[in-house]
């Protein structure tokens, strides 16, 4: 385990936390005045490679040789050139920091909290160093950013962290639901929620979707029926041509059979610890990988069933409740745009004519109703 200490003077900023894989929802913004909840889970931090944060440059203002080298390969994406020097930023949960205090001229640009703003917003309460950024924005996940030349790590023990096994994640068992209730602010009659796709599967999917296009080389792509067909083959459709013989995509990972040696693509887990992404054995290693978030897959690939769940209070004993499951959402799934532009730019693929097509026509797929708008003002209340 670590502490992160002010760069400065050496004062303590976070509690001990444990590394874990950078979420794939952790740049998105959902909706219009959307409460989205915290994104670490309190003890875990991960690491950004990249820079963030403002000013911006675009992908075809530097040389495009820099532009590779920062995994930008398509030119006219966004270079960030904030919390300047080494890349690496670090995010925690707002309440495992320490030591830190609003830097109240820093905190503006925001619409029903704090967001990115000028840069950071939170200073170092020993020295006055501006360590971190504090994001409680409405439709962004709360979280606080450690500009990675603000902080230094510190090992707090000689204990390893304990990494689980891909057989110890699948007893643990934590799954990801596809729908959840999700809460506005500054409803007239105070706060409200409905049902709607998980904004966690939604951003799982615009980087998911990626990597078929980019195997497909051109071909249409099927994945199985169900839950996954719901998610994927609406859009794979919608943005591939008709006509070629497809490509085919399956579920692959830990506790699954292993997947059939004409299986083109596999879907397959992220190591929620250390971001490795499974790998099979065999004639299937060739195959292309999709990564998707754990909790992601193991709800797909082991569909919690719907349980009956036992009494309580003054309900005899052996009565079970009757509780109807959670409501299926009434849109149709629609993927995360801002998430699908990021990872498809990040491909080298992203410089072929076909995806270059797709990202120019992202706006018009956005209008047919593929992806969610961009632009939180225009967002329906999920």
């Known amino acids: 385990m670590f502490i992160f200490v002010c760069a400065?003077?050496?004062?303590?900023?976070?509690?001990?936390?444990?590394?874990?894989?950078?979420?794939?929802?952790?740049?998105?913004?959902?909706?219009?005045g959307v409460q989205l909840p915290v994104l670490m889970e309190s003890g875990t931090f991960a690491v950004d490679p990249k820079r963030l944060g403002p000013?911006?440059?675009?992908?075809?203002?530097?040389?495009?040789?820099e532009a590779a080298a920062r995994g930008v390969p398509a030119p006219g994406f966004a270079l960030s050139d904030g919390m300047p020097g080494t890349p690496g930023t670090v995010v925690i949960a707002p309440g495992d920091t320490r030591g830190t205090v609003l830097i109240p001229e820093m905190a503006g640009g925001y619409c029903c909290g704090l967001d990115w703003g000028e840069g950071p917003n939170m200073a170092c309460e020993a020295c006055g160093l501006p360590v971190t950024t504090r994001i409680d924005d409405c439709s962004l996940w709360q979280a606080v950013w450690l500009a990675p030349d603000a902080v230094r790590r510190l090992p707090v023990d000689n204990t390893?962290?304990?990494?689980?096994?891909?057989a110890e994640l699948l007893v643990e068992g934590k799954r990801t639901p596809p729908y959840e209730p999700v809460t506005r602010w500054g409803s007239v009659v105070g706060t409200g929620h409905r049902w709607s796709w998980s904004p966690q599967w939604e951003a799982a999917a615009g980087g998911a979707l990626t990597h078929p296009l980019a195997a497909s080389n051109g071909r249409p792509v099927t994945v199985p029926h169900g839950l996954v067909a719901e998610v994927f083959q609406r859009a794979l459709d919608a943005l591939l041509p008709a006509g070629p013989p497809a490509r085919r995509a399956v579920l692959a990972g830990p506790g699954l059979p292993g997947p059939d040696a004409d299986a083109d693509i596999l879907l397959v887990p992220i190591h929620p610890q250390t971001g490795e992404i499974w790998s099979p054995a065999g004639q299937a290693a060739s195959a292309?990988?999709?990564?998707?978030p754990f909790g992601v897959?193991?709800?797909?690939?082991?569909?919690?069933?719907?349980?009956?769940?036992?009494?309580?209070g003054t309900m005899p004993d052996g009565v079970l409740r009757d509780d109807p499951p959670a409501p299926h959402p009434h849109q149709l799934f629609q993927v995360d745009p801002g998430t699908f532009r990021h990872t498809l730019n990040q491909l080298p693929a992203v410089r072929s004519p076909w995806l270059r097509e797709i990202l120019e026509n992202l706006t018009q797929h956005m209008r047919s109703g593929l992806f969610w708008p961009t632009d939180r003002r225009g967002r329906q209340d999920p």
């Open 160 to 166: 390893a962290p304990t990494t689980l096994s891909w």
């Open 297 to 312: 897959w193991m709800w797909l690939a082991f569909p919690e069933p719907y349980l009956r769940l036992p009494a309580s």
């Open 288 to 292: 292309y990988p999709v990564p998707l």
């Open 8 to 32: 400065g003077c050496g004062a303590r900023l976070t509690i001990p936390l444990s590394q874990f894989a950078l979420r794939a929802h952790a740049h998105q913004k959902y909706g219009n």
């Open 55 to 65: 000013p911006w440059r675009r992908g075809n203002e530097p040389d495009p040789e």
